[in-house]
């Protein structure tokens, strides 16, 4: 009741009677829906949505104008770093109902609600609602065009990036270009930092005066009207994007997963009673063309977990990017041995679901990586590539891959795999130089 009171108070749509739209708009029309979620604190929260994918296969747009930029985890980490070493103070703040606070363009996108969710709106404002109600199939519909951005809908996500963008802008900030989600903005001669993911935003800068500013201004201009409440984590620890930020240590940030990795372990099909020392063993990339195929259930399960894997290997846990990166070439078609094998990653978890990935910069001014490449270990007698980049301590990205072509010497395997990491090294130097901090270049150490 509280989402759809909002959608109501928010203006969100426009009403139309059912027979002022053509048939063909009728059956356009993207469905409405209403998704329950628990929160970490045990609330329940419900979330307003357009099933827009009528929309994604209607090929009404060209790739990328719809799409909107994300802040990467390696901008977050470099940025969190950074924060550490000039001991800034950090906060973060989730933007309340960032989507239906965002004028739709003029593009004409129509709704309809069915059923209960239509006993909903009429129960918030019969006197608005009751009329636009019409009968189809023995059940209820009313038919609306939005005039909001709605979860769902394609271009929502991009709409908002737009409009937060347009109003950072007009308060100073300049964007990053190697990262559109990052802007940063000179306060009383120190650095303001911004990073965003969607309607999640880290603040930092030295002064606490100045991020407390930076905050009223958010709430000013998305949480004034009193409908939503702007969630706001200050201090020493926040949780941010699947991750807790650790400023707790001076100089340094430390990334904590802990939490994400006992519920894989708890949610792990098979029961894990043993540990193991290493992620993998010897014989990870070696595959037996005879093993059994899984079951279709033991497929998605295969599946569901390497998916976790990945997203814990880039933020908390780069040391089981190796074994993710084999097993992620293993979804589509997992045996029995593939499923051993993350039974074994997931025993290694076991074994160390207390480890949190503990970053420091010594400076700003020299950046440094590390490649390694393994020689003709696949299967198919292609090499592995291993990178790291770190300004100090800990592993800020690291990168391990199967090597897409086949090689005729470890010498060659080398090489390749700084090819590999190329791209990053670069992007890496061109980012922290748009930040305001001048390299004295980048170290490889191979």
């Known amino acids: 009741m509280q989402e759809i009171e909002q959608l109501h108070c928010r203006n969100t749509f426009e009403l ?21 979620k628990e929160k970490k604190d045990g609330t329940i929260k419900g979330r307003a949505c357009a099933d827009g994918r009528k929309q994604r296969f209607a ?39 960032a989507f239906v606070q965002t004028k739709m363009d003029d593009e004409k996108v129509i709704m309809k609600m069915r059923g209960k969710l239509v006993d909903l709106m009429c129960a918030i404002a019969p006197e608005v609602y009751t009329k636009y109600v019409t009968i189809e199939n023995g059940v209820k519909v009313l038919y609306l065009r939005l005039l909001n951005a709605l979860y769902g809908t394609l271009k929502a996500a991009l709409l908002f990036y737009q409009k937060l963008v347009r109003d950072l802008e007009a308060k100073g900030f300049e964007l990053n270009p190697y990262d559109l989600c990052v802007a940063n903005k000179i306060i009383n001669n120190k650095q303001m930092t911004l990073t965003w993911h969607v309607d999640d935003m880290k603040i930092s800068h030295v002064e606490t005066q100045e991020v407390t500013m930076m905050i009223d201004f958010l709430r000013k201009k998305y949480a004034s009207d009193g409908v939503g409440e702007m969630t706001i984590s200050c201090g020493k620890k926040h949780d941010y994007l699947g991750m807790i930020l650790d400023y707790s240590t001076k100089g340094e940030v430390h990334i904590d997963m802990q939490e994400y990795v006992k519920k894989m372990i708890e949610e792990f099909p098979d029961k894990i009673e043993k540990t193991a020392t290493t992620p993998a063993s010897n014989f990870l990339f070696k595959v037996n063309e005879e093993a059994e195929i899984l079951s279709n259930k033991m497929k998605e399960d295969f599946h569901t977990f390497v998916a976790k894997g990945l997203f814990l290997c880039k933020r908390a846990r780069p040391d089981i990017q190796t074994t993710i990166a084999f097993l992620t070439t293993r979804v589509q078609k997992p045996d029995v041995d593939d499923w051993k094998k993350l039974k074994r990653l997931i025993m290694y978890l076991k074994g160390t679901e207390d480890f949190v990935l503990k970053l420091r910069a010594d400076n700003t001014r020299l950046l440094k990586w590390h490649v390694d490449a393994s020689y003709a270990v696949h299967n198919d007698l292609r090499s592995h590539t291993g990178g790291n980049f770190t300004m100090g301590k800990g592993t800020i990205y690291g990168k391990s891959s199967k090597q897409k072509l086949n090689v005729k010497s470890s010498t060659e395997a080398e090489l390749v795999g700084v090819d590999d990491c190329m791209p990053q090294i670069l992007w890496t130097n061109y980012f922290i130089g748009a930040q305001g901090y001048e390299t004295r270049g980048t170290i490889g150490y191979q």
Do not use: M, Q, W
């Not at 002022?20 to 829906?33: G, I, N």
């Not at 747009?61 to 800034?88: C, F, H, M, N, Q």
């Open 16 to 36: 139309i009677l059912a027979e002022d739209l053509t048939h063909k708009e009728r059956r356009s029309a993207l469905e409405s829906l209403i998704f329950l």
């Open 59 to 97: 090929d009404v747009y060209e790739k990328g104008a719809s799409a909107s930029p994300t802040v990467s985890i390696e901008s977050v980490l470099i940025t969190a770093v950074i924060d550490a070493l000039e001991e800034r103070d950090v906060a973060v703040v989730d933007i309340p109902n």
